[in-house]
C-alpha cells in the first residue's frame, strides 16, 4: 500500500436531496424554513451568473464579506473555473449574493458564498441554500455538500457549524493527508489548543470571540 502522507481529521456537512421538496424542507430547522419562505415571499430569485460582470459583482460582495469578518479571501480565479457554477440570487436585478459550487456524478459541492449585509432581512443566505439543493434535484443528485464543518470550533466558526447544522444534513468525518508533518501538527495544535488557536486567529485577523 502506497503511505499517503501523515493524517488528520476533517469534516462536513451533507444533505440527502433524494427525498420530494416538501420532504427536504421538512427536516430544515423551522426558523430556518420561515426564511426561506419569506425569501421566497419577497421575489427572490436565483439565476446562473455567467457573464464577467455577473463574476466580478459576486467577486466584490465576496471580498467585502471577507473583509468584514477577518478572513483573508481567495483569488476570483480560484473560483472562476470551467467545473463552478456560479448562482447569483437577486431581486428587482439587483445581486445581493451568491454563491459558486461544482458537481460530481452525484453531488453538489458548495464552494463559497457570500451576501450583503445590508439585505440580510431578505433572508438571501437561506434562500441561496434552498436554491442549492432544488438546482441539485432537477440534476439528478444526491447529496449538497455545504461545505467544511470546524471540529472543535471556537469564535465566529460556531456560528458557521451552526447555521449549517440547521439544513438537517449529517456530519462526514474524513482523513486528509499531508507529506508535511509540521502542516497536520499544526492543523492539530490549532484545534486542540485554545492558546494556539488565539494566535493563529490574531495572524489571520479573524474576529474575536465574544463574551456571553
Known amino acids: 500500500m502506497t503511505w499517503k502522507g501523515f493524517k488528520d481529521i476533517q469534516a462536513k456537512i451533507e444533505v440527502d436531496v433524494t427525498p420530494s421538496e ?18 421566497i415571499r419577497e421575489n427572490l430569485i436565483a439565476i446562473e451568473g455567467k457573464t464577467n460582470e455577473e463574476w466580478n459583482q459576486w467577486y466584490e460582495i465576496y ?17 472562476k473555473i470551467p467545473a463552478s457554477t456560479l448562482m ?23 464552494k463559497a458564498y457570500a451576501s450583503l449585509i445590508e439585505f440580510q432581512e431578505l433572508r438571501v443566505n437561506d434562500f441561496l ?19 467544511g464543518w470546524q471540529i472543535k470550533a471556537r469564535g465566529h466558526l460556531n456560528g458557521i457549524n451552526n447555521f449549517k447544522e440547521q439544513w438537517g444534513g449529517e456530519i462526514i468525518y474524513y482523513n486528509i493527508y499531508s507529506k508535511s508533518p509540521l ?3 499544526g492543523r492539530k495544535a490549532i484545534r486542540n489548543s485554545a492558546t494556539t488557536r488565539w494566535i493563529w486567529d490574531r495572524i489571520k485577523r479573524r474576529p474575536k470571540s465574544k463574551k456571553n
Open 22 to 39: 416538501e420532504e427536504i424542507l421538512s427536516k430544515v430547522n423551522r426558523s430556518r424554513r420561515k426564511n426561506v419562505n419569506k425569501a
Open 63 to 79: 471580498k467585502k464579506v471577507c473583509k468584514e469578518g477577518g478572513i483573508e479571501h481567495d483569488s476570483l480565479e480560484t473560483y
Open 88 to 110: 447569483l440570487i437577486k431581486k428587482d436585478d439587483k445581486i445581493l449574493g451568491g454563491g459558486v459550487f461544482t458537481e460530481t456524478d452525484d453531488k453538489l459541492v458548495w
Open 129 to 147: 441554500y434552498w436554491s442549492g439543493f432544488v438546482w441539485a434535484k432537477k440534476r439528478g443528485k444526491k447529496k449538497v455538500d455545504l461545505g
Open 183 to 185: 502542516y497536520i501538527l
